[in-house]
């Protein structure tokens, strides 16, 4: 993906877990230059999409040249947006773009406590957040969410309300993504989940999404592909080289280059570090974290590696990027519940975990599993082909023959950033994704 941060930023909220406060004060003084920010989007030779900051801070014919160049390269556009900004124009101009609309929000009322400042007056914030997401769609433009989750709207007493604005986000043709805040300074920490709150939360939304929700809400789907063999998922799941994050490319409104910005959580931004040979600056974290034990941070010996690798960098525990996530024990739980769920409507589905590292070709992807999840279903590899009878489960050797990866499914081909590997957001789904799963 391809992040063009042209209010830096700058923003009319600056909600309270924000991980861009660190970085605020260096990254907004820089001037705007969009002829130098055309000119960069060029030589990435990828469309871009608008981000923040608050991207509709910036002058509507700012706005309109970046949309426009997106449409112009692949017949659409995307933007993340807190949504409080949107006038007629913009809703003029997401029409003619095709543009796919990310608006951040934790749900309505108190859900969104902390996206809004934290001494704000303003009670009506969500409230015009909701109603503008409505008016999006009564004018059939493409939404999606980036949920965060923080004391506000992930604790058991909210579960309830939380759910209800899913299945109304549901009536309304909306999905999107559900990341747990990821703060790293510590006079704010307290509005974090904890990681048993975090893996209570993830564990019931999986029951809730997959059984009575259905759509591409992520990370869910991720998961289930994930351990189908199917897919690595969105960017937080496969290796990312810390100081030139494929899957976020950033550039700011000057022109200048970056890497995903929640690298800079010490205040400084990163250049996209290149020439660093096949294994950047960053991807050693890949090579260290299974031979370190958990206890010690790492993640040795957990059976969910090559589906998690360690989660995001950025999430790294004490805020180290060489750590894996702290939110090992949430990630956790996703796996392991849709796990359960997976092999009880199928017992004869064959997961990722079920496989010996002979049926990869990465040590660090799922992809190309082979042979496949369904080959003790599958009519063409197996003469009893069942979802749940035991004699169905023929010799494992044979399936391996006759389920020969297509050439689209190596392990490589999607592994690049969002050419790319999906960084999750919903029009940027935050890290989200601008492919498939917006179809609404
Ligand atoms: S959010 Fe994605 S691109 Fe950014 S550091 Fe994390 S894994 Fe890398
Ligand atoms: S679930 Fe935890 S231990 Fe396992 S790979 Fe992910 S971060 Fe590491």
């Given at each position: 993906m391809l992040s063009v941060k042209i209010t830096n930023a700058l923003c009319n909220l600056q909600c309270a877990y924000c991980y861009e406060h660190v970085y605020r004060e260096r990254a907004n003084h820089r001037p705007l230059d969009l002829e130098a920010v055309l000119t960069q989007i060029e030589r990435?030779?990828?469309a871009p999409y608008l981000h923040g900051g608050e991207a509709l801070l910036a002058p509507l014919d700012v706005v309109e040249a970046i949309l426009?160049?997106?449409?112009?390269?692949i017949g659409h556009s995307s933007i993340q947006t807190n949504a409080t900004l949107i006038n007629e124009k913009h809703i003029e101009l997401f029409k003619l773009y095709k543009t796919q609309v990310g608006v951040s929000f934790d749900g309505p009322g108190e859900m969104s406590r902390y996206r809004i400042p934290v001494d704000s007056k303003d009670k009506h914030v969500a409230d015009l957040i909701w109603e503008n997401i409505k008016w999006l769609r009564r004018e059939g433009i493409q939404v999606g969410i980036i949920c965060v989750l923080t004391k506000a709207n992930g604790l058991p007493g909210q579960r309830e309300a939380f759910k209800q604005w899913i299945l109304e986000l549901k009536e309304l043709g909306i999905t999107g993504r559900m990341n747990p805040?990821?703060?790293d300074y510590p006079s704010i920490q307290k509005i974090a989940l904890t990681p048993e709150e975090l893996d209570d939360f993830y564990r019931d939304m999986t029951r809730f999404i997959l059984t009575e929700v259905g759509g591409d809400w992520l990370p869910y789907r991720d998961i289930v592909d994930s351990l189908l063999g199917l897919n690595?998922?969105?960017?937080?799941?496969?290796?990312?080289?810390?100081?030139?994050?494929?899957?976020?490319?950033?550039?700011?409104?000057d022109g200048s280059t970056a890497s995903c910005m929640k690298t800079s959580k010490t205040g400084h931004i990163y250049p996209r570090f290149q020439n660093?040979?096949?294994?950047g600056f960053g991807l050693i974290r890949y090579?260290?974290?299974?031979k370190i034990g958990q206890e010690l941070g790492g993640c040795k010996d957990c059976k969910y590696w090559r589906n998690?690798?360690?989660?995001?960098?950025?999430?790294?525990?004490?805020?180290?990027w060489r750590n894996r996530s702290r939110y090992c024990l949430g990630l956790r739980g996703l796996f392991e519940e849709t796990s359960r769920l997976l092999k009880m409507m199928l017992p004869n589905i064959e997961l990722t975990t079920d496989r010996e590292s002979e049926a990869f070709s990465d040590p660090n992807s799922v992809k190309g599993m082979n042979p496949d999840a369904f080959c003790f279903m599958s009519t063409l590899s197996n003469p009893r082909a069942s979802?749940?009878?035991?004699d169905a489960r023929v010799n494992l050797s044979h399936c391996r023959q006759t389920t020969q990866p297509l050439p689209s499914q190596s392990p490589s081909e999607d592994d690049c950033g969002h050419g790319d590997r999906q960084h999750g957001d919903r029009a940027h789904g935050d890290h989200g994704d601008h492919g498939d799963s917006w179809k609404v």
């Open positions: 990435e030779q990828t426009a160049t997106s449409f112009e390269k805040a990821e703060i690595q998922g969105t960017c937080s799941f496969a290796p990312c080289d810390y100081y030139n994050a494929g899957a976020e490319r950033v550039i700011l409104s660093a040979g096949d294994r090579e260290i974290l299974p998690c690798t360690g989660g995001c960098p950025a999430e790294g525990i004490d805020g180290d979802s749940w009878r035991q």
